[in-house]
C-alpha cells in the first residue's frame, strides 16, 4: 500500500507530539526526583522537594507547552479531549509517551547516581495513618483541583492572560504537593509514580496512584465544562 503526503505528515505530527510529551515527563522526573534526595541539599524537608517538584513542571511545561500542549500527564490529557482540545486518537499516544518519558527521566537518575541516594526515591506510598480509600479520595481531590486550573488555561475568556502561565502552573502543583502529598503520597500523576515503582519493585497501593488521578482527570473537565462553558452559555441565551 502506498502511503499519501497526508498520510505521512499526520504520522510526522503524531511522532513530534509523542517525542515532546516524552521528553516534557523525563526532565519532569528527573529534575522533580532530583530535588527530592536526601543528605544533599541544605534543606531537605517535605516542602522544599513539593517547590522544587513545582519548578520542575514550570520547566518542562516551557519547555514543550507549545508543541504538544505539555500535557505531562495522562488525566491532562483524558480532560483535553473531554474539553474538545485533543483528538481522541491522539490520546493514547499521548499516555504511552509520557509512561516511556517517565520511565526515561528517572533511569538517567538510577543510571547516573549510586544507589545510596535513589534507593526508595521518589516512590509513592500513602501515609500509613491513612487507609487506601482515604489516600485514592485525596488524590482525587488533588489532581481535580490541577485539571480545573488547565480547564481554566483551555477556557476562551482567559485567552491572552497566560503571562507567566508555567510558573503559576508549577506554583499551583507545589501548593497541592504540600498540602495533599504528605497523607496520599503526593502521585497526582500516574507515570510519575509509575517509573520509581518499576525501578524499585514497589507496588504497595499504586493502584491509587493510577485510579486516583484519572478519575480527577474526568470530574474536573466535566464539571468545568458543562457547569461554566456550557452551563453559562445557556444561561445567557436565556436571559436573552
Not at 529534575?31 to 519548578?55: E, K, Q, R, S, W
Not at 483535553?80 to 538517567?108: C, D, H, R, S, T
Not at 547516573?112 to 500509613?128: A, E, F, R
Amino acid at each position: 500500500m502506498q502511503l499519501t503526503i497526508s498520510t505521512v505528515e499526520k504520522v510526522c505530527k503524531v511522532l513530534v507530539l509523542c517525542l515532546s510529551e516524552m521528553l516534557g515527563v523525563a526532565l519532569l522526573m528527573f529534575f522533580g526526583c532530583m530535588g527530592c534526595i536526601v543528605d544533599v541539599h541544605p534543606i531537605p524537608t517535605y516542602v522544599f522537594a513539593a517547590f522544587n517538584f513545582g519548578l520542575a513542571v514550570a520547566l518542562a511545561i516551557q519547555v514543550v507547552v507549545h508543541i504538544s500542549g505539555a500535557h505531562l500527564n495522562p488525566a491532562v490529557s483524558v480532560a483535553a479531549w473531554i474539553m474538545g482540545k485533543l483528538e481522541l486518537y491522539l490520546v493514547p499516544f499521548y499516555i504511552i509517551a509520557q509512561i516511556i518519558g517517565g520511565l526515561i527521566g528517572y533511569g538517567f537518575i538510577i543510571a547516573l547516581l549510586p544507589d545510596t541516594y535513589t534507593d526508595g526515591l521518589c516512590v509513592t506510598v500513602p501515609n500509613p495513618l491513612v487507609s487506601e480509600v482515604q489516600a485514592l479520595f485525596l488524590e482525587i481531590i488533588g489532581t481535580t483541583a490541577m485539571v480545573l486550573l488547565v480547564c481554566s488555561v483551555w477556557d476562551p475568556r482567559n485567552h491572552g492572560l497566560f503571562d507567566s502561565l508555567s510558573l503559576k502552573l508549577g506554583l499551583m502543583i507545589a501548593t497541592i504537593f504540600i498540602s495533599i502529598g504528605p497523607f496520599s503520597g503526593g502521585g497526582f500523576n500516574p507515570p510519575r509514580s509509575f517509573a520509581p515503582s518499576v525501578y524499585h519493585n514497589v507496588w504497595k497501593s499504586h493502584w491509587v496512584f493510577w485510579l486516583g488521578p484519572m478519575l480527577g482527570g474526568i470530574i474536573a473537565p466535566l464539571l468545568y465544562r458543562f457547569t461554566f462553558l456550557e452551563g453559562l452559555s445557556k444561561v445567557k441565551m436565556g436571559k436573552e
